[in-house]
Nanobody
Framework: QVQLAESGGGLVQTGGSLRLSCTAS????????MGWFRQAPGKDRELVGV????????YSADSVKGRFTISRDNAKNTVYLQMTSLKPEDTAVYYC????????????????WGQGTQVTVSS
């Protein structure tokens, strides 16, 4: 069993930056691929980025490439999402998830989810 807790969300102006953290409790954190998702009101959940257990980033959505960076520190059981050049359309609840499998980032099956943290970007 893995429990995930996100933090770092908040209100920021357009062009600003935030760093989200997701800390996991439980064992074998490094064996899980970690994903960041977001969901804006009235929209489907969107996969933002994935990092495999080794720490190599395997996927970033086109909408955030060049602006968001996903990384992890296995010694701290934590995955990060560094967000820069934020836009109003980045406003959403951001979730982290832990999973495994798949030949590509799109194929990872996620077993555990955090409660989410709100990010609001004002124009």
């Amino acid at each position: 069993q893995v429990q995930l807790a996100e933090s770092g969300g908040g209100l920021v102006q357009t062009g600003g930056s935030l760093r989200l953290s997701c800390t996991a409790s439980g064992r074998a954190f490094s064996s899980y691929a970690m994903g960041w998702f977001r969901q804006a009101p009235g929209k489907d959940r969107e996969l933002v980025g994935v990092v495999r257990g080794t720490g190599r980033t395997t996927y970033s959505a086109d909408s955030v490439k060049g602006r968001f960076t996903i990384s992890r520190d296995n010694a701290k059981n934590t995955v990060y999402l560094q967000m820069t050049s934020l836009k109003p359309e980045d406003t959403a609840v951001y979730y982290c998830a832990a999973g495994n499998g798949g030949d590509s980032a799109a194929d990872v099956t996620y077993y555990y989810w955090g409660q989410g943290t709100q990010v609001t970007v004002s124009s």
